[in-house]
């Protein structure tokens, strides 16, 4: 039943955790009450803080403090979760604040995305005393389980807003020192659906005593993170994305290391005495007469190796093993039967077991078959129909553009087809054709029209493929690709009611290309789908 009108606007719980803040903490509460969303409550978590944070919480009645003996971050935040009464939750550091509109943006994103189990933004980075800031807007819009184990897209805490219920089922992990939120998001992600946007939310204040300025201890933990990851992935894409986590990690961590060092040394640009670099005469004489030019990219190529290594060696050789096996070096490529510039089959592998792109069409059919019902068009003949539609068919029909198929119901071209009944189909079957109508863009059109209202267009065009070298050759006209279907399909079908897919990968269109067959190819390759590479597209859009 809908809520009445006036009902009581959802609460917001703002959990700020503490320790040793106090200083900082006023501009972080203020931020809250500054909020253009009024319906919120306040509870800061003192992790055991030694300064004035509880006489600062004294000075706004409203906000309940709770005291914890010090047990770290994870733990506050728990703590946190046990007094909220809101439907919505956001975690905020002492040392940072939000954004007049954060809570309203968040809100209004979850309200539109009933199954979201949370939502993240943008926010800015202010670096004190300096005084700069940095703003960070990173589009992410699908995948978002694997584009997190690639790297942490939120980055910044305060950003992200989670429905409450979140923590009746997930707890931060007392045993992470550092990357508590990383590994809460991998979590998540992996098992709900998540929203994230570009919009502005919070922002991070850089001071120099931040956690996350300790680079080793971060990278340890981001990395234990993974390898716990690891063994819960089940498909390729998972894996492979694992594997670039790990990758992306190290480097980042690398990097900063290294200028840490080198600000620790304290040696900007060509500030070089002879007595800062004297001990390296001896054990690095190659270094000491670089240096000595005054040129500091010379110290820091010393240094990154080194720093690198050592880093390394906290990756689990688990994931080490499978980056050496993912990661090949250039030049140790064999191509071996592939080593030739004619396709191993011109017949799209039919005289080699069958087409590559057929394990796709089919499986989109199979799964499809519940639509595939009651009075069925067909383009070029019914084969599709009769296997994946059965006893659900009550009439078949078959459009074919000329009267070369004796079983033909219709004759003509789909792009100008008057003759077809307007709403009266329950199912369109169009695989590989839309790529030999000049007009694709009318041919949809027709479909939109002859389909009831209720009735499904099932879809598939070629991405990546070579053109036929028998009769239909000369009427090949089109190639197309996710987004094009996107556009193409919009014109007439609701998003909301249309459904496109890409199925594919690097090895797999090639294959395809060379004309190797559907057997020749393990189905765990054929199942791995990478969207940079669409053999086939398919498309289930609802009139």
């Known amino acids: 039943?809908?809520?009445?009108?006036?009902?009581?606007?959802?609460?917001?719980?703002?959990?700020?955790?503490?320790?040793?803040?106090?200083?900082?903490?006023?501009?972080?509460?203020?931020?809250?009450?500054?909020?253009?969303?009024?319906?919120?409550?306040?509870?800061?978590?003192?992790?055991?803080?030694?300064?004035?944070?509880?006489?600062?919480?004294?000075?706004?009645?409203?906000?309940?403090?709770?005291?914890?003996?010090?047990?770290?971050?994870?733990a506050a935040r728990n703590m946190g979760t046990k007094h909220i009464n809101g439907d919505y939750v956001v975690f905020l550091d002492a040392d940072d604040?939000?954004?007049?509109?954060?809570?309203e943006i968040n809100l209004n994103y979850l309200k539109s995305n009933v199954n979201a189990a949370f939502v993240s933004g943008g926010h800015k980075r202010y670096f004190e005393p300096e005084g700069k800031i940095q703003t960070i807007q990173q589009e992410?819009?699908?995948?978002?389980?694997?584009?997190?184990?690639?790297?942490?897209?939120?980055?910044?805490?305060?950003?992200?807003?989670?429905?409450?219920?979140?923590?009746?089922?997930?707890?931060?992990?007392?045993?992470?020192?550092?990357?508590?939120?990383?590994?809460?998001?991998?979590?998540?992600?992996?098992s709900f659906p998540m929203v994230h946007h570009t919009r502005l939310i919070a922002v991070y204040r850089q001071h120099g005593h931040n956690m996350s300025s300790n680079y080793t201890e971060m990278m340890r933990y981001v990395l234990l993170i993974l390898e716990a990851?690891?063994?819960?992935?089940?498909?390729?894409?998972?894996?492979?994305?694992?594997?670039?986590?790990?990758?992306?990690?190290?480097?980042?961590?690398?990097?900063?290391?290294?200028?840490?060092?080198?600000?620790?040394?304290?040696?900007?640009?060509?500030?070089?005495?002879?007595?800062?670099?004297?001990?390296?005469?001896?054990?690095?004489?190659?270094?000491?007469?670089?240096?000595?030019?005054?040129?500091?990219?010379?110290?820091?190529?010393?240094?990154?190796?080194?720093?690198?290594?050592?880093?390394?060696?906290?990756?689990?050789?688990?994931?080490?093993?499978?980056?050496?096996?993912?990661?090949?070096?250039?030049?140790?490529?064999?191509?071996?039967?592939l080593n030739r510039t004619t396709p191993i089959s011109t017949e799209f592998g039919y005289d080699r077991g069958g087409p590559v792109d057929r394990y796709y069409i089919e499986n989109f059919l199979r799964e499809s078959s519940s639509l595939i019902r009651g009075r069925v068009l067909e383009i070029g003949d019914n084969a599709y129909t009769m296997e994946f539609g059965g006893s659900k068919i009550t009439k078949s029909d078959i459009l074919h553009v000329d009267d070369s198929n004796e079983q033909a119901t219709y004759i003509g071209d789909l792009s100008n087809a008057p003759h077809l009944p307007s709403n009266t189909f329950d199912c369109i079957v169009l695989t590989q054709t839309l790529h030999l109508i000049y007009d694709y863009k009318a041919a949809i059109e027709t479909c939109y029209r002859i389909l009831k209202p209720g009735g499904t267009l099932l879809l598939t065009v070629p991405g990546i493929s070579h053109i036929g070298?028998?009769?239909?050759?000369?009427?090949?006209?089109?190639?197309?690709?996710?987004?094009?279907?996107?556009?193409?399909?919009?014109?007439?079908?609701?998003?909301?009611?249309?459904?496109?897919n890409t199925y594919g990968n690097v090895l797999v269109a090639s294959a395809f290309l060379y004309g190797m067959g559907l057997p020749e190819i393990p189905k765990e390759k054929l199942d791995y789908h990478d969207p940079h590479y669409q053999v086939i597209i398919t498309v289930s859009a609802v009139k």
């Open 1 to 74: 039943m809908a809520k009445p009108l006036n009902s009581t606007p959802s609460l917001v719980s703002v959990v700020i955790t503490c320790y040793n803040h106090g200083t900082y903490l006023p501009k972080a509460i203020e931020s809250v009450y500054a909020q253009s969303y009024r319906h919120f409550e306040v509870i800061v978590v003192d992790d055991g803080s030694l300064d004035d944070t509880k006489s600062v919480c004294s000075n706004y009645p409203e906000v309940n403090y709770v005291y914890q003996e010090n047990a770290g971050l994870s």
């Open 97 to 103: 604040w939000l954004l007049d509109e954060a809570l």
């Open 140 to 190: 992410v819009t699908e995948n978002h389980y694997c584009k997190m184990l690639e790297g942490n897209f939120i980055g910044m805490h305060a950003t992200v807003m989670y429905r409450s219920w979140v923590f009746e089922k997930f707890a931060y992990n007392t045993a992470l020192r550092y990357c508590e939120d990383y590994d809460l998001y991998l979590q998540l992600t992996r």
């Open 229 to 337: 990851q690891g063994k819960k992935l089940k498909t390729s894409k998972e894996k492979k994305s694992l594997l670039i986590g790990v990758e992306s990690w190290t480097n980042y961590y690398s990097e900063k290391i290294v200028d840490h060092v080198l600000n620790q040394l304290d040696i900007k640009n060509s500030d070089f005495t002879l007595n800062d670099i004297k001990p390296l005469e001896n054990n690095s004489p190659l270094l000491y007469r670089k240096l000595k030019t005054g040129k500091m990219k010379y110290l820091k190529e010393a240094i990154h190796p080194k720093i690198k290594d050592n880093i390394k060696k906290l990756i689990p050789k688990r994931i080490l093993n499978a980056i050496k096996k993912t990661y090949q070096t250039t030049g140790k490529v064999n191509l071996g039967s």
């Open 469 to 500: 070298q028998d009769e239909w050759g000369k009427y090949w006209l089109w190639s197309f690709t996710d987004v094009s279907m996107q556009k193409i399909m919009g014109e007439h079908f609701q998003k909301d009611k249309t459904s496109i």
